[in-house]
């Protein structure tokens, strides 16, 4: 099993910039690629980035050039950097972390960001 705690939404004006962070903890060494999702009410979840152990990245459309995800396989944490925040981006942010031979999902609780003037 893996846990996921994320950490760093809020409320942030347009223009501004905001760091999540996902601490997994648990059966770590079994975590494949790591990523945020995105769920904003009325709406389906959509993929915001990934990043698998290499380093290699994947980004959602509406994001790219804005938001940067990275990831330190030392402290099994990955963070979601986001910049030049528009009122679309409001959303719950969820962190997952994907078993590298099962493919199973794991999820944390999510978080709330909401960009709002």
């Known amino acids: 099993q893996v846990q996921l705690v994320e950490s760093g939404g809020g409320l942030v004006q347009p223009g501004g910039s905001l760091r999540l962070s996902c601490a997994a903890s648990?059966?770590?060494?079994?975590?494949?690629?790591m990523g945020w999702y995105r769920q904003a009410l009325g709406k389906q979840r959509e993929l915001v980035a990934r990043?698998?152990?290499?380093?290699?990245?994947d980004y959602g459309d509406s994001v790219k050039g804005r938001f940067t995800i990275s990831r330190d396989n030392a402290k099994n944490t990955v963070y979601l950097q986001m910049s030049s925040l528009m009122s679309e981006d409001t959303a719950v942010y969820s962190c997952?972390?994907?078993?590298?031979?099962?493919?199973?999902?794991?999820w944390g609780q999510g978080t709330q960001v909401t960009v709002s003037s």
């Open positions: 997952s972390a994907q078993h590298s031979l099962t493919r199973k999902d794991y």
């Open positions: 648990g059966s770590v060494f079994s975590i494949g690629v």
């Open positions: 990043i698998g152990r290499d380093g290699s990245t």
